[in-house]
């Protein structure tokens, strides 16, 4: 057994856990923040069987594209004066960052 957490951009969690729940898949959703642009995202969890972690898999890129953003960073503007201004740069987003764990034993109560 596999446990699957992937990491999504907010925008792509609804689809993906309706695509997995579609396909027989048991999800759990956390609402997560990423550390980058400090913006949300959603974290699911899913336990596997091994047959099962390649159409789960599949499921997880069909679903979630990179795409390209544009977010503001702060930049100095006037030296030591401390004055910040947002400027605008553009950023890969989406996709999922995916961590696959063994399962040693798992027990539903």
Do not use: H, W
Request: with cysteine.
């Amino acid at each position: 057994m596999k446990l699957i957490i992937a990491i999504v951009q907010d925008e792509d969690a609804g689809r993906l856990v309706s695509s997995l729940m579609n396909e027989g898949y048991s999800v759990t959703k956390l609402a997560t923040t990423g550390g980058f642009l400090r913006a949300g995202n959603t974290t699911l969890l899913l336990g596997v069987d091994d047959d099962k972690f390649a159409g789960a898999m599949a499921v997880i890129e069909k679903v979630c594209k990179s795409r390209k953003q544009i977010a503001t960073s702060p930049s100095p503007v006037a030296g030591a004066t401390g004055v910040y201004v947002p400027y605008p740069i553009e950023v890969m987003v989406g996709g999922a960052t995916v961590f696959v764990l063994n399962v040693e034993q798992f027990v539903k109560l």
